[in-house]
């Protein structure tokens, strides 16, 4: 079982930045492919940035909408996936969560464990 929590959100102005942090328990967060999801209010949950497992070769995939804005990263000593975003913008603006999976996907369905979530609000 993996637990997850988020956190580093808050109201930044357009332009400016904010990086998340998601910490796991567990001994085996490097095994798990991690992905940072966001929902506006209203909408699904839209997938932002993934990472796979620890590897000999690391794959990462990033939303068209995010990328050259947002870096994912992760430190599997210290079990902490996270989210760099610069230039952030108004419609970035969402509730973000980070989510654990056996592999890594832009698909919600096969993450299998997921963070409470934290704020991210950008304004104009």
């Known amino acids: 079982q993996v637990q997850l929590v988020e956190s580093g959100g808050g109201l930044v102005q357009a332009g400016g930045s904010l990086r998340l942090s998601c910490a796991a328990s567990g001994r085996t967060f490097s095994t798990y492919a991690m992905a940072w999801f966001r929902q506006a209010p209203g909408k699904e949950d839209d997938f932002v940035a993934g990472?796979?497992?620890?590897?000999?070769?690391?794959?990462?995939y990033y939303a068209d909408s995010v990328k050259g804005r947002f870096t994912i990263s992760r430190d599997n000593a210290n079990s902490t996936v996270y989210l760099q975003m610069n230039r952030l913008k108004p419609e970035d603006t969402a509730v973000y969560r980070c989510?654990?999976?056996?592999?890594?996907?832009?698909?919600?369905?096969?993450?299998?464990?997921w963070g409470q979530g934290t704020q991210v609000t950008v304004s104009s």
């Open positions: 989510a654990a999976a056996p592999a890594l996907s832009r698909l919600r369905a096969p993450y299998n464990h």
């Open positions: 990472i796979s497992s620890s590897g000999r070769t690391t794959y990462i």
